[in-house]
């Protein structure tokens, strides 16, 4: 992992430490796609637009993007990462690691939740990563070891797992945890 | 790829953030003990409850002036320096502990389980970017831009440890767009950035700066070992009852709760893996047990709710006073738990929010019991799903509560806002004494125009008793909207009190009950009811019992005692 060093007192201490700016180079992505969202550590939708800025840490807000949308990182610097979006309005910009998700949840229509990959019935709420969206469709990869890897119809990923009778594609969230 | 370059919002911030880079100091003294000079009690139970908004910070003093500090929310993940509850909590620490601006030395600090509004938000070596508050900001020294408090021991539930995959001898969280694997979970359901940090830094290497001073201090509560007590000074003790759901199952009655069930379709909400304690310090007892759930259930947010609570009660025991677990949630402090716990005081530490915490349900639990509710701020949130949050009858509305025994623990008092309310331990109820033994006695459905119907209720006790915001209602899911008795209505020991309301409430004729009630619509519980069937109109008459409180005559009866006591006999 990189060594990288904390902004402030850590600058004067980052020639002692083996610090330094050069060692801060890693690829801000293994390919995955993440999502965007507006929760808390709770699940409760905080945020329906989360906002990305001109740089990290930076005041500037350069747009917004809608809770729930895909994205592909081309930048970072620590636990701030630059963003573009895959669907939806484009919008780019760079934002805090805790508004984004690298692993999303499949979820089928209701009454079953069972999403399709492929032509393959899954669990419902299979925990995966996104590689590539086409077409309405997403490349996906099972996180587990159930070796699951195909297209699925783009509105089976959602954040969350399933709940309620129509599996929560819009989880209601308000006044109810 | 873009280099990392100091902006002048960061470099700002410097003063105060916190920045855990560089080696630790071999030995770190202990911090200022709680000092007599304090405002705690001495030779007492001390419980003060933090006023964190939507969140949890408690810390027990004991007779001896121990300390045990049970989490310490934070309602932002990237609050920072002066603007964290971190800060504001350790002010009130030392102010309560006599050490002026010095740094306290806590002997326990305890982590219900691993929520932000619970932790806080832990700083990593590799952060770039300044984060750092909660339990992690209280705990770091001062030199690494922390609050300079020391532990004696640190004790967390087993949600996972750090392994180094990559070897390079510092636990990395990595982002989700490039995840680091360097946290091996044990005992979870959902997961989160906050977890990983908060593992990452309890689990680290010896030799990081911000961990200074909790190397060599954190007690993990694996499934493995037995679940400890931990000495509180003079008798006072806290036991360690649950953590990581241990020996619950999951719904499907063969799942354990605990384990890893981070890749599970519908994995259990961390919420059950939370740390339960009972508190003792002579007669009196305390529970709380973080956000443990009180039902089988699956979440608005798809994920699963679990019976903790259920293996609670055994070890818990008859308390009087419980922490209501995860803020007041409908999903627990079950009526199970609450009335098997039986507690004379309930503190339900919450704040603004839009989760539906308190619920009405478990106002009306704790209401149906009797208990005293306290809550750390009112309103918290307004509605809930069964409408209007229903707060009558409770006290405090902003800031902290405060709750020290006396003679030993054989009582207790609790000051709020407005002022402190007085307890004998096992007593059996609150101060409100015990409106659930309340009775209809005596009621009219058809007065000659132009008087009113009315219902007599007596209390049966050797307390009196405050029956304010109970409800009076007809049948069942029908007829009349419930009317609710006035705030203050307080009926002596074996005492009567008649509620008078218009005419065209009770039926004259055909089936009708007559209910009484705390909460209405889908969180009303039932205390009392009668239920009669009339061919025709009596007019003037009245049902009434065969004495007060005692079998109800089935006929109506031309002997009106309203306000008075009821014949001895049936017509």
Known sequence: MRRVCHVGVALVLAASAGCSAEAAQERPSDGRLVLVSGRDDHGMLAEEQVEVYDGPESPTVLGRIDDGTLARVVDAEGQWLQVETVEGDPVSGWVDDFFLRGEVRLVGPAPGCEPLVGNRSQEPGLLVVVRAVRGGQVLVESVAGSGVRGWAPRDVVQELPPQGPDCGEDPPGGHEH | ?571
């Open chain 2, 1 to 571: 790829m873009r280099r990392w370059k100091p902006s002048l919002l960061t470099a700002a911030l410097a003063a105060t953030v916190l920045t855990p880079v560089g080696p630790a100091s071999a030995a770190v003294p202990n911090a200022a003990a709680c000092s007599t000079a304090g405002g705690w009690k001495q030779g007492e139970l001390n419980v003060y409850w933090f006023d964190v908004d939507q969140g949890d910070a408690q810390l027990v003093v004991g007779p001896t002036g121990k300390t045990m500090l049970i989490d310490l929310g934070e309602d932002a993940y990237n609050a920072k320096g002066v603007n964290t509850n971190a800060t504001a909590v350790a002010a009130q620490i030392r102010n309560i502990c006599g050490t002026g601006s010095t740094p306290v030395h806590l002997d326990y600090v305890m982590a219900s389980h691993h929520h932000l509004d619970h932790i806080g938000y832990a700083g990593n070596v590799n952060d770039t970017q300044a984060y750092g508050n909660g339990i992690y900001q209280l705990l770091t020294p001062t030199g690494s831009g922390g609050l300079g408090f020391t532990v004696g021991q640190l004790i967390d539930r087993d949600g996972g440890t750090w392994t180094d995959a990559n070897s390079d001898s510092d636990c990395d969280i990595g982002t989700s767009a490039a995840p680091a694997p360097e946290v091996d979970w044990n005992n979870v359901g959902t997961t989160s950035q906050t977890g990983r940090r908060w593992i990452c830094w309890l689990y680290g290497p010896a030799n990081q700066a911000d961990r200074a001073h909790i190397e060599g201090k954190v007690l993990r509560l694996t499934n493995s070992t037995a679940l400890p007590t931990l000495d509180l000074g003079g008798g006072a003790t806290a036991k360690v009852v649950q953590a990581n759901g241990k020996g619950v199952m999951q719904a499907d009655g063969v799942t354990p709760v605990s384990g890893d069930h981070s890749t599970q379709g519908v994995p259990p909400s961390e919420n059950d893996y939370s740390v339960g304690v009972r508190i003792a310090y002579g007669p009196y007892g305390y529970a709380t047990a973080g956000d443990s759930d009180g039902e089988y259930d699956t979440s608005t947010f798809g994920y699963s709710y679990n019976d903790i609570e259920a293996s609670l009660i055994g070890p818990m025991g008859k308390v009087e006073t419980i922490r209501a677990n995860h803020h007041g949630s409908g999903h627990s402090s079950s009526n199970a738990f609450v009335n098997s716990l039986d507690p004379q005081t309930a503190l339900i530490s919450c704040g603004v929010n839009s989760y539906g915490h308190p619920s009405n349900r478990t106002l009306n639990a704790f209401r149906a019991v009797a208990a005293d509710i306290f809550l750390t701020n009112n309103p918290c949130d307004t509605a809930d799903s069964t409408g209007p949050i229903d707060y009558s009858g409770t006290y405090n509305n902003n800031g902290h509560v405060y709750l020290a025994t006396s003679n030993g623990g054989a009582n207790y008092s609790v000051t709020y806002d407005s002022g402190t309310r007085n307890y004998v331990t096992g007593a059996g109820t609150g101060q409100s004494g015990d409106p659930t033994r309340v009775r209809i006695n005596e009621f009219s459905m058809a007065p000659t125009s132009p008087g009113n119907e009315w219902v007599e209720l007596v209390n049966p006790t050797s307390s009196q008793v405050d029956v304010g915001g109970f409800y009076i209602d007809d049948v069942a899911a029908g007829g009349g909207a419930p009317k609710q008795i006035p705030a203050g209505t307080v009926i002596p020991a074996g005492g009567r009190w008649v509620f008078e309301f218009s005419s065209g409430f009770l039926n004259n004729t055909g089936a009708e009950s007559v209910r009484f009630l705390s909460g209405s619509g889908p969180s009303e519980v039932v205390h009392d009811s009668y239920s009669y069937n009339l061919g025709s109109t009596q007019s003037d008459k009245v049902f009434h019992r065969i004495g007060d409180a005692g079998a109800w005559c089935d006929t109506v009866s031309t002997n009106v005692t309203k306000g008075s006591a009821n014949p001895t006999s049936c017509p």
